[in-house]
């Protein structure tokens, strides 16, 4: 059984830190790439960052670059991802995603078969 489970949300102020990590089990965590994924109330899900957990490619939506960092520890198949200076335009759901590397863009959420259940994080102004 596929399971994806996200914990490390939580209410932090304008400013502060969080670290969301993303539990993975039941598929080829190395054939794998995984994403987060955030939604926030009334819009769309949109891709936050990714990781190709074979070689450690990433990527990062433009709006997160030099604040968040993924990464992975493949021995336990984990995935993390670091949140600094966070906004309160940051604050949403977050899910992690998981897709076969190479299997389209990064950011285009049709192209991920498992998903989390998600972890809400609120960032307060």
């Known amino acids: 059984e596929v399971q994806l489970v996200e914990s490390g949300g939580g209410l932090v102020q304008a400013g502060g830190s969080l670290r969301l990590s993303c539990a993975t089990s039941?598929?080829?965590?190395?054939?794998?790439?995984i994403g987060w994924f955030r939604q926030a109330p009334g819009e769309g899900r949109e891709g936050v960052s990714c990781?190709?957990?074979?070689?450690?490619?990433?990527y990062y939506k433009d709006s997160v670059k030099g604040r968040f960092t993924i990464s992975t520890d493949n021995a336990r198949k984990m995935v993390y991802l670091e949140m600094n200076n966070l906004k309160p335009d940051d604050t949403a759901v977050y899910y992690c995603?998981?897709?076969?590397?190479?299997?389209?863009?990064?950011?285009?959420?049709?192209?991920?078969?498992?998903w989390g259940q998600g972890t809400q994080v609120t960032v307060s102004s």
């Open positions: 990781i190709r957990s074979r070689d450690g490619d990433t």
């Open positions: 995603a998981a897709k076969r590397s190479g299997s389209g863009w990064w950011q285009i959420y049709q192209n991920y078969a498992y």
């Open positions: 039941g598929f080829p965590f190395d054939d794998y790439a």
